[in-house]
């Protein structure tokens, strides 16, 4: 039992839902299978880091390098809040 539940947990709905049927504005992530939010969604992603993936799953089709800027700066706070989390300070290393 436990083995289906990470099961669920990792891998993306095989499913369409009402609101994977539509995009608002482009079609950056309709192209994308499985869509960004689904992955994030299965995989228990947080703001940060799930921000971060959406960026880097459509900077060929978006916003190209810009993207990957943004994906890294995402990162770049995600670091600096787990190490907050652990009490750790990266100057401190």
Same mark, same amino acid.
Request: overall charge positive.
């Given at each position: 039992?436990?083995n #289906? #539940?990470s099961?669920? %947990?990792s ?12 995009q ?5 992530y309709?192209k994308?299978d499985?869509?960004?939010? %689904? ?5 228990g ?6 921000t971060?993936?959406k960026?880097?799953? !459509?900077? !060929?089709?978006?916003?190209?390098i ?12 995600f ?8 009490? #750790? ?5």
């Amino acid at each position: 039992m436990g083995n #289906q #539940q990470s099961e669920q %947990n990792s891998s993306p709905p095989t499913f369409a839902s009402k609101a994977d049927l539509k995009q608002i504005s482009g079609d950056h992530y309709k192209k994308l299978d499985p869509e960004p939010w %689904n992955v994030i969604t299965a995989w228990g992603l947080g703001y940060l880091d799930g921000t971060a993936l959406k960026y880097i799953a !459509r900077w !060929r089709d978006k916003g190209g390098i810009e993207d990957i800027r943004k994906a890294i700066h995402f990162l770049e706070k995600f670091i600096e809040v787990e190490e907050a989390k652990n009490g #750790q300070n990266r100057a401190a290393r």
